[in-house]
Structure formats: structure tokens, C-alpha cells
């Protein structure tokens, strides 16, 4: 094995079948994004360069930086709901009674697929006969608020499946890090006389950093790219209120048919998603690794 | 030795197979007389759309046997998916020689593209007098038809007569009598109107018909063309009712979030008294067996009412379907066109009486058995006096977005009318 892999060509060889595909489906595609940015094209007819022009009105496009700002809210949202997923999975990995069974519940979510999610949440908010205003009225709410039409609301409301729909992924890879921390060390710090709290704060916590780093990362590309649910609930409406960086693309390519336009936007979409998870990084780099 | 002989002869077979199969091919068109195939692609697969499907092969069939020597290849795709295949098959300039395309904005960038053939000749020629005033219009760009239209909706407002009775209302002629409905309805606890306006296009069917009471039956379309103004006293007024209407309660609550499938699932359950929507779902109030048959008798629609006088309530908001469109390109475009024009001719009886669909050519429905209500719908029509086009479907598809958003903004009260009115006038005046 070593005398193969010593061999330059043959390493080549190897990686070579995966870096053929990456290479068309994601990273072809890419640079083809950005091309057509410079196009003024509807998709049927011939391609017209125009330069920059299209990334010049992205930029000045005050509905796109709305779609932006949603976007990073709900960036937000996710990277708070964290810790409460934390939370959630300090609980179960305690060995409280029925933790198992619990587990399973908080993973369903995970296991539906987006579009039925939509649908079992639009059930839910709808404004008449919806078993959320149904439940508000029965404890005496006299108006309550249409969730999905409300422009002030909307995002909101749709912000709440958005992060249930994660949550069991989420409390499953902390659940798994906590598992993994020696019970020697808890057991050590208990003698020691730590609280449990103390316990999670300066033993669970810092050993599973790494963990959390990558669950951040995870949850705000995640957010800022999101599309699933905003686009099968409310189609980024009324009136654009619960607009995101990816539905206004989408809406942009094919609702609109101006593929070039939409390209720049999805282009932007990216640059600004690395630049995100780069800042991420370095926010949270950590010189010295911890180790048990 | 065996084993090579059996090697060898594989492949001379397989050889032989491939060759036979490309002889077959040329004897194939070579064989039926003259030798023209007219490649056909339509959208109603069988599965889906069983009556349509089986109309189409009845004309195709007939056809063949009138025109010897003229074969029909079929290609049939669902609703996408034919969408997509069009316009690959239209940047490699191999479009079918007969297809099918929907009206205006769709349309026009294949007709900008030199895809499309002028249909005039046979507009003007064999099948004159044969469409529904205002239905070709759809189809053409710069004065020039493009497509044969072969479905015409138009809009109306449905309602439930059991609701109606029970508050001893009747189908109102103006706009104040319909104001005196909604406002019975409402204070009785009933939701007057479903609408699911997420859709948008549903709350464009108000504004329309507004501006189309108010305005006159032309303004809106001039607007659109730059030859009038949305911000005309006229048409800002029209704004201004659909808000009133709002304020009145006259909609089911949080329409802004709900779509068209939920408003009209409200309707059928009887938990909303009106709803206004195309004749495409005259199936529904008719001959759908999947609808309790009670529900069906309960249904009856009415024409929007004059407002304040003004306004012809012969003049209707609608829009044709899909139609045929001939290729430009197409290496046998005189058979083509014939082929085009007598599925037209054919088509007209068989599709409302055999799938229920209202046709864009006329026909004359006292001949033909179908449920009232159908034979109501195609009376108006003969009479219609004008049929404005859905408006999103007449603009520009950058400036139906914005029209379509203002819509739900407008409907939401997020704006005035007169910033609706502004919003449009932007948008369009991008467009030159």
C-alpha cells in the first residue's frame, strides 16, 4: 500500500473520479453562475454581455438587501436557538428516565420532508381554522393575528418551523459529543464537590467546543441560504415580508425570467456566505486545542 | 474457434439490427404516399387529463384519414415538464412543427426569437369568425397572431344560493346592492368572500373588474400599454374600492396567507358565500362527481356588478389557455397549418361537451347538451362585448411581479392608492 500511494500518478488516479464530479456538478456550475451574471438573458433567447451591470443593480437593489436582512435574522434565530438545544442535550445525556424515548420525539421533525413540514404549518396558522387561533380563541385572544399574511409578523411566524424543523439535528450531534466525554471526568469533578451546573459550564462545555463551532457554522450557512419552507408557505409574500436571499433569487430566474439577473443574485448569495463562514472562523478560532 | 464464430456473429447481428433500424426509419416516412410527418407535442397526458388526451387522438385520427399520405407524430408531456422541453428544444432550433404555448408574456420571447410562424393567414382566411372576440388578441405581438387559442376563462363571481336564501339575498346588479350583501353576511357572521390572495393573481381579479366598472373596458389595457395612466383618477378610484371592500370585512381574514386551493376549499365547504374565480372551475359547480351533488345545485354566479352606473357587465376579465402555435422553422409548414387549423375547427364542440372546457372558438350552445350553467357561460360569451386579459399575463413578466406584489399590498393596506398607482407607472415606464 505505502509503495502505491509514494507513487505521485497514482494518488492522482485515486481522487481523481471524486474531483471529476465535484468539479462538474458543483464547481462548473459555479463559474457558469457568475457568467451568466454578466448576461442580460430571459433563458429562451440569445445572451447579451453587459458587464457588471447586473451585480451593480444587485447591489443597489433595495429589495434584494431586505431579502438579506431576513436572511440574517434568521441566522440569528438559529445560533441563539443553539443554546437552547445545548440545553435540551445536557438533559438527556444525564440519564434522566424516559430520555430515549424523547430523543426519538425531538428527531420526527428531521425525518419529514420540507414540503410536508410546509404543509402540516400552514394547517397550523391558518388564520380561521387553525389550531393555533383556535387555541387562542379558546383561551379568550378575541383577535388573533393572521400569521401568515401579517407583514410584520410573517417572518416570524415562519421563523418557528424553521427552527423546530432543525432542532433534532442539532440535539442529536451534542447529544452524541456529550456522550462521548469520558465519565471519569464527571465523576472526578462530582468527588471534587462541582455542581451540576458547574459541571456543564466547565467540564461539558469546553469539551465539546469543537463541536459547537461547527454546529454555529452549520446554522448560519444554513440560514442564509434557506429556501425550503419560505418559498412553499408564503412565496416570500406578502409584498416581499418574508423575502429571503434564495427565494428572491429563485423568484428572480424563474418567476421573472431574468436568468441573469437572478444568476448575480445567486452569485452574490455565495460570495456572501463565505465571507460569513470565513468571519465565523476567525471569530471562534482557538489557539490551544483541548484535549482529553 | 466456436466461441469466436459465436462472437463474430453477435455482433454482425447487432450490426444488422443497427443498420435495419436506421433502413426502417427512411422507408418509414418514404412509405406513407408523399412522405410529410407533422411532429405534434401537446400537454394532457392521459393519466391526468383522460378526456383531453383522447380528444386530441380522435382529431389526429380524423385528420389522417382526410389528408393521405400526412402522418401526426405524437409527443405528450405533463404541464413542466413540456415547459422545459420547449425551451431546450428551442435553443437547438428543433421545436416541434405544431406545439402548444400560452398567451402573451410566455410567448413573447419565442416570438422575438423568430421560433413562432405568423399565424394570419389562417386567422384572416379559413378561420374567421370562428374565435371568441378578444381571444387572438392574446396571442399576438405587434399586430401579428402567433397562436390559435383554443381555451377561454373568464371570470365570475360564484356564490352559494343556500347561504344567499337563508338571509333572503339575491345576485345584485350594482355595486351598491353588493355592498348591502356583504354587509348582511358579515354582521350575520358570515364570511362573504374567499379569497386567497398568497396567489395574488386572485386579488388582481378584483382590481381589474373595478377598473374595468370604473375606468371603462379599455383603460386598463391602455394603461399597460403606456397609452393611458394608472394614475388617472379613474383607476386610482378602482384601488381605492378594493381597499373599501377590505375595510368592510368583505374577505375571509388573513387572505394575504392563504392560497387560492385554501380560499376555494373555504367556498366548498360552504364557510364563505362567494368567491370569484375562472370558468375553469365550472367543473367543479357541475359535473364533478367527487362534489357532494347538493353543493353542486347551491352554486349559481352572477356578472360584477355596474359600480355607481358605470360600466358594461358584458365586458369580462379572462384570458385564453394554452394554444397552437406553428414553428417557424418547420420543414413542412403548409401541413402544419392545416393540421392547426382543423384541430381548431374540431375542437371547439368536442372539448366543452366531452372535458368540460370552455372553448375560444364559438359554438353554439343551445345545440348541445350541457349542464345550465355551461350553456349560461357560453351565452355570455357569444354577447361579450370585451374580455380584458388577466393582467399579470399582459405585462411584461418584471412588471407583472411588481403588479402582482403591489396587489397584495394594496389589499393588506399597506399603501395608498396612489402610491399603488405610482408603483405601476415606475414599473412600466423601465420597461421601454
Redesign the interface.
Known amino acids: 500500500m505505502n509503495k502505491v500511494m509514494s507513487n505521485k500518478w497514482m494518488i492522482a488516479i485515486y481522487i481523481l473520479p471524486a474531483l471529476i464530479l465535484i468539479g462538474i456538478l458543483i464547481f462548473i456550475p459555479l463559474i457558469l453562475t457568475a457568467y451568466y451574471g454578466l448576461m442580460d438573458w430571459d433563458g429562451i433567447g440569445t445572451m447579451e454581455f453587459i458587464g457588471l451591470e447586473n451585480y451593480i443593480n444587485a447591489v443597489q437593489d433595495v429589495k434584494f438587501w431586505d431579502s438579506a436582512w431576513h436572511s440574517s435574522l434568521l441566522a440569528v434565530f438559529s445560533t441563539l436557538s443553539l443554546g437552547v438545544y445545548l440545553a435540551i442535550s445536557m438533559i438527556l445525556a444525564s440519564k434522566i428516565k424516559g430520555s430515549d424515548l424523547l430523543r426519538k420525539i425531538y428527531l420526527i421533525p428531521m425525518l419529514l420532508s420540507s414540503v410536508a413540514i410546509a404543509q402540516l404549518w400552514i394547517k397550523v396558522f391558518n388564520p380561521q381554522n387553525g389550531v393555533l387561533n383556535q387555541l387562542l380563541l379558546a383561551i379568550g385572544v378575541e383577535t388573533p393575528p393572521n400569521w401568515l399574511s401579517d407583514p410584520d409578523i410573517v417572518l416570524y411566524a415562519i421563523f418557528i418551523p424553521i427552527l423546530w424543523q432543525y432542532a433534532g439535528f442539532y440535539i442529536l450531534i451534542y447529544y452524541a459529543a456529550l456522550k462521548n466525554i469520558p465519565e471519569s471526568l464527571i465523576e472526578a469533578a462530582r468527588i471534587d464537590g462541582a455542581t451540576p451546573i458547574q459541571i456543564a459550564y466547565k467540564i461539558k462545555l469546553p469539551l465539546i467546543k469543537g463541536v459547537v463551532k461547527v454546529t454555529v457554522v452549520l446554522a448560519i450557512v444554513g440560514s442564509l441560504k434557506y429556501f425550503d419552507l419560505i418559498y412553499v408557505m408564503t412565496g416570500g409574500g406578502p409584498n416581499g415580508a418574508s423575502e429571503v436571499m434564495a427565494s428572491y433569487m429563485y423568484k428572480l430566474a424563474f418567476s421573472t425570467n431574468d436568468f441573469g439577473y437572478g444568476s448575480a443574485i445567486g452569485f452574490l448569495l455565495l460570495i456572501i456566505t463565505l465571507i460569513v463562514t470565513v468571519i465565523v472562523r476567525k471569530l471562534t478560532a482557538d489557539e490551544e486545542e483541548l484535549q482529553y | 474457434m466456436s466461441k469466436k464464430a459465436v462472437t463474430l456473429l453477435v455482433m454482425f447481428l447487432t450490426l444488422g439490427l443497427f443498420v435495419a433500424g436506421c433502413g426502417d426509419e427512411e422507408t418509414g416516412s418514404g412509405d406513407s404516399g408523399d412522405g410529410e410527418t407533422v411532429k405534434f407535442m401537446h400537454l394532457w397526458p392521459e393519466g391526468s387529463s383522460a378526456e383531453h388526451n383522447r380528444i386530441v387522438k380522435d382529431i389526429i385520427a380524423d385528420f389522417e384519414e382526410e389528408n393521405d399520405g400526412v402522418t401526426i407524430d405524437l409527443e405528450v408531456l405533463s404541464n413542466e415538464q413540456y415547459k422545459d422541453k420547449l425551451?431546450v428544444l428551442?435553443?437547438s432550433d428543433e421545436l416541434p412543427d405544431v406545439g402548444m404555448t400560452w398567451a402573451a408574456g410566455f410567448m413573447e420571447?419565442?416570438v422575438?426569437?423568430g421560433k413562432f410562424a405568423s399565424l394570419d393567414d389562417i386567422v384572416e382566411g379559413d378561420l374567421e369568425d370562428t374565435f371568441v372576440e378578444g381571444t387572438t388578441e392574446a396571442y399576438s405581438v405587434d399586430g401579428t397572431t402567433y397562436g390559435l387559442p383554443l381555451e377561454l376563462n373568464t371570470a365570475n363571481v360564484f356564490y352559494n344560493k343556500t347561504i344567499f336564501d337563508e338571509y333572503g339575498l339575491e345576485e345584485p346588479e350594482t355595486y351598491e346592492e353588493f355592498q348591502e350583501v356583504i354587509q348582511t353576511l358579515a354582521e350575520n357572521g358570515e364570511?362573504p368572500i374567499a379569497l386567497g390572495?398568497?396567489d395574488?393573481w386572485t386579488g388582481s381579479l378584483w382590481y381589474m373588474y373595478f377598473a374595468d366598472r370604473i375606468a371603462g373596458p379599455g383603460a386598463l389595457t391602455e394603461a399597460i400599454e403606456g397609452d393611458g395612466s394608472f394614475t388617472s383618477p379613474e383607476l386610482t378610484q378602482a384601488a381605492e374600492e378594493v381597499q373599501n371592500l377590505v375595510d368592510m370585512d368583505a374577505f375571509?381574514?388573513?387572505?394575504?396567507?392563504?392560497s387560492d386551493e385554501?380560499a376555494k376549499s373555504?367556498f366548498m365547504n360552504e364557510?364563505a358565500a362567494m368567491y370569484l374565480i375562472a370558468t375553469w372551475d365550472l367543473p367543479n359547480y357541475t359535473t364533478n362527481e367527487d362534489v357532494p351533488q347538493e353543493f353542486r345545485d347551491s352554486v349559481g354566479y352572477f356578472d360584477f356588478p355596474t359600480v355607481e352606473g358605470e360600466g358594461d357587465m358584458d365586458s369580462y376579465v379572462g384570458g385564453p389557455g394554452v394554444g397552437l402555435f406553428v414553428s417557424e422553422n418547420s420543414e413542412v409548414k403548409e401541413e402544419a397549418k392545416d393540421f392547426a387549423s382543423f384541430f381548431v375547427e374540431q375542437w371547439g364542440e368536442k372539448s366543452v361537451t366531452e372535458a368540460g372546457v370552455i372553448p375560444a372558438s364559438k359554438v353554439d350552445p343551445e345545440s348541445l347538451d350541457l349542464p345550465d350553467m355551461y350553456v349560461e357561460v357560453l351565452n355570455d360569451l357569444n354577447n361579450a362585448s370585451n374580455i380584458t386579459l388577466f393582467a399579470d399575463v399582459q405585462m411584461s413578466?418584471?412588471a407583472?411581479?411588481v403588479h402582482l406584489?403591489?396587489i397584495?399590498?394594496l389589499f393588506?393596506n399597506?399603501i395608498t392608492p396612489e402610491d399603488f398607482a405610482e408603483a405601476h407607472e415606475e414599473a412600466l415606464s423601465e420597461e421601454e
Do not use: I, V
Not at chain 2, 375571509?252 to 392563504?258: E, I, P, V
Open positions: 425551451q428551442s435553443t420571447p419565442y422575438e426569437g364570511t390572495n398568497k395574488r375571509n381574514s388573513g387572505f394575504n396567507g392563504l385554501e373555504m364557510q413578466s418584471d407583472a411581479d406584489d403591489q397584495q399590498a393588506g399597506e
